[in-house]
């Protein structure tokens, strides 16, 4: 799943869709250019990582690229990879405030958040309470929470709501279609399998996974509920 958590990110150019000219034609299409683009330097750089070191380093080591980088003996290299690492880490996390943020304000913005999370900032027309809250809860997992525990929780998640969206497109019109139904039909079936696989490996993201899922319908069925009370 740590392949499937790689990947994760692309989905947050859909999104800031209404933040994007012509998002019917420009995000599909970054999509698809992302994903070529990443899966080439994923491939070159698996390739020559494990020609350096092998397969066996690789899967032992904490910071395999620069495991497999210091078998060059250039100390310049090693440095270089590592800063490398550093700021392709900073951007994952730039990436993810920018989605979770931008699902809080829409939430917000929709009443199922509080409304402060919609505010807009009066500049640069962007979610900035929102911005700045989903970045501390961010800081806050990365200090005190286990990793590894984190990227399972959080594929969980993609891959559930990745599975409602692909059974969202099943339901769509014809005329409305974009791509044949098998896309959605597979895109369906192997999220469904990754989540059995996950129950298999890591049975704690499920629990937490299946905990926050409840936590969350009970949220939305009494806050209806109280809604329609106050109406």
Request: charged share 10%.
């Amino acid at each position: 799943y740590y392949i499937f958590f790689a990947y994760g990110g692309f989905a947050r150019v859909a999104v800031v869709a209404e933040e994007v000219k012509d998002a019917g034609r420009n995000v599909p299409r970054a999509i698809l250019l992302s994903i070529v683009i990443s899966t080439i330097f994923y491939i070159v750089v698996g390739v020559v990582a494990v020609g350096l070191v092998g397969a066996s380093r690789l899967s032992n080591s904490n910071s395999p690229l620069t495991e497999a980088i210091g078998a060059t003996g250039s100390a310049a290299a090693v440095y270089i990879v590592s800063a490398g690492g550093l700021l392709a880490t900073a951007s994952v996390l730039l990436t993810s405030i920018l989605g979770v943020s931008r699902v809080a304000y829409a939430m917000a913005r929709r009443k199922d958040l509080p409304q402060t999370l919609s505010k807009l900032h009066p500049k640069y027309n962007t979610p900035y309470y929102s911005v700045w809250i989903v970045g501390f809860l961010m800081a806050l997992l990365v200090l005190f929470i286990d990793l590894a525990k984190v990227v399972a929780i959080s594929t969980f998640a993609m891959l559930f709501y990745y599975a409602i969206a692909n059974v969202s497109a099943l339901r769509l019109k014809a005329q409305k279609r974009m791509y044949p139904l098998v896309v959605p039909a597979l895109g369906t079936s192997t999220c469904l399998a990754l989540l059995i696989f996950i129950l298999f490996v890591s049975p704690q993201a499920w629990d937490l996974g299946a905990a926050g899922l409840a936590a969350g319908t009970i949220y939305y069925i009494t806050k209806k509920r109280l809604v329609k009370k106050s109406s």
